[in-house]
T-cell receptor
């Protein structure tokens, strides 16, 4: 069954700690995305990747880092530099530009201890 | 920078009433997509519009793309409790990978 898998579902971060959110897709999609959603808010783009070994900053990239070493995987690291990381993080993928719908994972809810 | 606003932010309707959400972009869009997010869930793609003035229907849902390609609307006829959720529009200005999501309209349907 094709789809996007995000893990973990819930994550707690201590002050000064880096944490990594996993995103894996088996849809053979070239493009992958990370969004942040705050309560009652829309989705804001953190990073996106059009192809393996390439990624671009979105609107709120500060305090985050990503890698795209494999087509199927696009992990997001929330660094200690991100002072307000509590949010719902959504990973998405699509087959490329020009009107392609995005498929989303179930999300990871990150909280500060 | 580019902004995509949606109104209203919240809407409560009685079951059977109609509902409309409006999406407005500060810049011309090459296309627009609509997504629905159920409470506690993730956004699910509904439809995309590409042409100026385009109208598409999905059962009780009607989607429109403005003539100037800077605004769009979603209209639901005779709402049902299954329509509950947040509706987002997402616009792309240049046929690239980068979509800007609207602020969303949260719909609550009272039985």
């Amino acid at each position: 069954d094709g789809g996007i898998t995000q893990s973990p579902k819930y994550l707690f971060r201590k002050e000064g700690q880096n944490v990594t959110l996993s995103c894996e897709q088996n849809l053979n999609h070239d493009a992958m995305y990370w969004y942040r959603q705050d309560p009652g808010q829309g989705l804001r783009l953190i990073y996106y990747s059009q192809i393996v070994n390439d990624f671009q900053k979105g609107d709120i990239a500060e305090g985050y880092s990503v890698s795209r070493e494999k087509k199927e995987s696009f992990p997001l690291t929330v660094t200690s530099a991100q002072k307000n990381p509590t949010a719902f993080y959504l990973c998405a993928s699509n087959s490329g530009p020009n009107n392609q719908p995005q498929h989303f994972g179930d999300g990871t809810r990150l909280s500060i201890l | 920078g580019q902004q995509v606003m949606q109104i209203p932010q919240y809407q409560h309707v009685q079951e059977g009433e109609d509902f409309t959400t409006y999406c407005n972009s500060s810049t011309t869009l090459s296309n627009i997509q609509w997504y629905k997010q159920r409470p506690g869930g993730h956004p699910v793609f509904l439809i995309q519009l590409v042409k100026s003035g385009e109208v598409k229907k999905q059962k009780r849902l009607t989607f429109q793309f403005g003539e100037a390609k800077k605004n769009s609307s979603l209209h639901i006829t005779a709402t049902q409790t299954t329509d509950v959720g947040t509706y987002f529009c997402a616009g792309d200005t240049s046929g690239t990978y980068k979509y800007i999501f609207g602020t969303g309209t949260r719909l609550k349907v009272l039985a």
